[in-house]
């Protein structure tokens, strides 16, 4: 027998539909899904918890609860980030433990956890949080292909996880590419090793091999696979739910789950994809082989797409690919799962715009110091050298990088009793991870992009323009086709809302000018930072001012960070190339720069 792990309230929807399902289009449909008798069902983590907070103005400790009550007889799991928890970076013990404790006193009874380099030492705490909880622990590794990440590799670490006191296990395959060979070796290296814990494993559709991987694993006496009903699964998503129930009936890895049931709750998440039709993607829908080349996961791949054409270097996508791979051999052969894939993809973009190293973000510098754990090979000391400079030994870290972090839960609880909200741990909890987007949650600023009544979408709604857009980018008249002739035209002004693309995702933008001079009796133009001025220092790409590091009439020397801007989700620092006094600042802190933009004039 074969047991189903489903991923259709979190993982599925994450892959095929920006993680924007609502709960209240899960709510419906919860009682049937709890009658399947799944081994468990993922409903929390990975980017749900930034995604309800930033974009649906849903709270996910309520989305939590409210499952579980809706599921008493089905074990709800979460994706946990190791260390990470639920964001891009290290968070102390105190945090780590904190946060279990709130999952599993609100619904969570299983959790899988993974560390991005598949360093045991970052998935200690959590787990013994777990175990201390009466939770469920799925201790995971993520799976890549290189020298070093052997059938040997995989085993043996699985062992250690066993010994540290897993429930389960579980191969997370994120980037769809594990062979159908290589995952029935794995399996069965771990039976013929004497490993008793159930195994899981973890795929997507992207390569086109995971039927055959699937079967294979069956085979070799997997416990549990990971599946998707099918309305929204295949692609870039796991596959789908029946059609593995419907394989292994009469076989013996018969599911035992009622077939009829499933086609029931198909007919239900049907309607769910056309609800949420702004937000299907043609790209998420393909097969791509060349995965098991690069081993770029699908999301990366399409973000390096648009960082590029953000960059204005559309051209250069083939030679990034090249430098990618290139980089993450360099790194240690890193598997290139979140963070560590923006770490590596980052970087091979900055080599290829800017030439090699010549341009090194911070977070490259931090994982090279070891402040995401220790890379799975050693990293070549001519890189180390050129990343971290000439001493760059006495920059490495050998300790568990969280053991360098402060206690911060009781800083956070007392900086949001400062602000006007409700103080619960689960409020400082939203805050501790996500200050600046959970603070605005918090007070009831945040706006919701859509609610489950609006869906789907009208035509003219700025989602689906932005869908069409990116799957039609021919059709240039369409919009101005469907609106009345009398506002097809008008008297010419200039504009001050504007639509973004970022990753994907439309954003309106409005401007406010603040200044500037009239043209004709038109509204006031914002005015811009030159393009030259003597002592200029400009930015060498396009992304967001984080923190002004000088003050008009500081005095800087030549190589000093003077600016730090975020770029590609990557934090980078600008270097002042000259010496002298600060004359001028044209930017802000929040403020949005392209490529060549004057920063600060030092004279």
């Known amino acids: 027998m074969v047991q189903l792990h489903e991923m259709i309230f979190r993982d599925a929807h994450q892959s095929m539909i920006a993680t924007r399902m609502r709960t209240d289009d899960m709510l419906p449909i919860a009682d049937k899904i709890d009658q399947v008798g799944f081994f468990s069902l993922e409903v929390w983590g990975g980017a749900t918890f930034d995604v309800c907070i930033r974009y649906l103005n849903e709270d996910p400790w309520e989305r939590l609860r409210a499952l579980k009550k809706a599921m008493p007889n089905t074990p709800l799991q979460m994706l946990e980030r190791a260390m990470n928890i639920v964001?891009?970076?290290?968070?102390?013990?105190?945090?780590?433990?904190?946060?279990?404790?709130?999952?599993?006193?609100?619904?969570?009874?299983?959790?899988?956890?993974?560390?991005a380099l598949n360093d045991l030492r970052n998935m200690e705490t959590p787990m013994k949080a777990v175990k201390d909880n009466g939770g469920h622990v799925q201790a995971c590794l993520s799976y890549t292909i290189s020298p070093i990440h052997t059938v040997d590799y995989f085993v043996t670490k699985f062992q250690k996880l066993e010994k540290m006191g897993a429930d389960s296990l579980c191969i997370k395959d994120m980037a769809g590419m594990i062979s159908p060979k290589?995952?029935?070796?794995?399996?069965?290296?771990?039976k013929d090793a004497g490993i008793t814990l159930p195994i899981n494993l973890h795929s997507h559709c992207t390569s086109g091999m995971t039927g055959m991987a699937y079967q294979r694993a069956a085979e070799a006496g997997i416990d549990i696979l990971d599946t998707a009903m099918s309305p929204i699964s295949g692609g870039t998503a796991a596959p789908a739910t029946e059609s593995v129930v419907a394989a292994f009936q009469d076989t013996p890895w018969d599911t035992g789950y009622n077939l009829e049931l499933l086609i029931d709750l198909r007919k239900y998440f049907l309607k769910v994809w056309d609800k949420y039709r702004h937000l299907h993607r043609f790209n998420a829908l393909k097969i791509?082989?060349?995965?098991?080349?690069?081993?770029?996961?699908?999301?990366?791949?399409?973000?390096?797409?648009?960082?590029?054409?953000?960059?204005?270097?559309?051209?250069?996508?083939r030679e990034i690919l090249d430098e990618t791979a290139k980089v993450r051999k360099e790194l240690g052969y890193p598997p290139l799962v979140t963070p560590s894939s923006q770490v590596v993809g980052v970087q091979a973009v900055m080599?290829?715009?800017?030439?090699?190293?010549?341009?090194?973000?911070?977070?490259?510098?931090?994982?090279?110091?070891?402040?995401?754990?220790?890379?799975?090979?050693?990293?070549?000391?001519?890189?180390?050298?050129?990343?971290?400079?000439?001493?760059?030994?006495?920059?490495?870290?050998?300790?568990?990088?969280?053991?360098?972090?402060?206690?911060?839960?009781?800083?956070?609880k007392s900086e949001l009793k400062e602000h006007d909200v409700k103080i619960t741990d689960e409020n400082i909890m939203t805050y501790a991870i996500y200050p600046q987007v959970g603070l605005k949650f918090l007070k009831g600023e945040a706006i919701a992009e859509f609610t489950s009544?609006?869906?789907?979408?009208?035509?003219?709604?700025?989602?689906?323009?932005?869908?069409?857009?990116?799957?039609?980018?021919?059709?240039?008249?369409?919009?101005?086709?469907?609106?009345?002739?009398?506002?097809?035209?008008?008297?010419?002004?200039?504009?001050?809302?504007?639509?973004?693309?970022?990753?994907?995702?439309?954003?309106?933008?409005?401007?406010?000018?603040?200044?500037?001079?009239?043209?004709?009796?038109?509204?006031?133009?914002?005015?811009?930072?030159?393009?030259?001025?003597?002592?200029?220092?400009?930015?060498?790409?396009?992304?967001?001012?984080?923190?002004?590091?000088?003050?008009?009439?500081?005095?800087?020397?030549?190589?000093?960070?003077?600016?730090?801007?975020?770029?590609?989700?990557?934090?980078?620092?600008?270097?002042?190339?000259?010496?002298?006094?600060?004359?001028?600042?044209?930017?802000?802190?929040?403020?949005?720069?392209?490529?060549?933009?004057?920063?600060?004039?030092?004279?």
């Not at 050298?385 to 911060?408: A, F, N, T």
Request: aromatic share 8%.
């Open 87 to 115: 964001a891009y970076w290290n968070f102390p013990d105190d945090v780590v433990k904190k946060f279990v404790y709130l999952a599993k006193k609100n619904g969570c009874d299983n959790f899988r956890i993974f560390d």
């Open 182 to 190: 290589r995952v029935y070796d794995i399996v069965k290296g771990c």
């Open 288 to 317: 791509d082989p060349s995965v098991t080349v690069h081993q770029i996961p699908g999301g990366m791949l399409s973000n390096l797409i648009f960082q590029l054409e953000e960059q204005g270097a559309p051209g250069k996508y």
């Open 351 to 412: 080599n290829v715009l800017h030439g090699r190293y010549k341009v090194i973000t911070k977070e490259t510098k931090d994982y090279c110091r070891g402040m995401y754990g220790k890379p799975p090979a050693p990293i070549e000391p001519e890189i180390m050298k050129k990343i971290l400079g000439p001493k760059w030994k006495e920059e490495v870290i050998d300790c568990r990088p969280s053991d360098l972090l402060e206690p911060m839960w009781e800083k956070r």
């Open 453 to 603: 009544e609006q869906l789907p979408l009208s035509i003219d709604h700025r989602l689906i323009r932005a869908m069409v857009k990116q799957s039609f980018p021919e059709v240039k008249q369409l919009w101005l086709e469907t609106l009345p002739p009398e506002k097809r035209a008008g008297p010419a002004q200039i504009p001050t809302e504007f639509e973004v693309e970022v990753d994907g995702e439309p954003f309106n933008v409005k401007v406010i000018p603040s200044g500037g001079y009239l043209v004709g009796g038109c509204t006031p133009t914002v005015t811009e930072p030159p393009k030259d001025i003597e002592g200029g220092v400009k930015s060498n790409m396009q992304g967001t001012i984080l923190k002004l590091k000088v003050k008009k009439g500081d005095t800087v020397k030549k190589g000093d960070v003077i600016v730090t801007i975020e770029a590609m989700k990557m934090e980078q620092e600008i270097n002042t190339d000259k010496a002298g006094e600060v004359k001028q600042i044209f930017v802000k802190e929040g403020d949005s720069v392209a490529n060549g933009d004057i920063l600060i004039q030092v004279q």
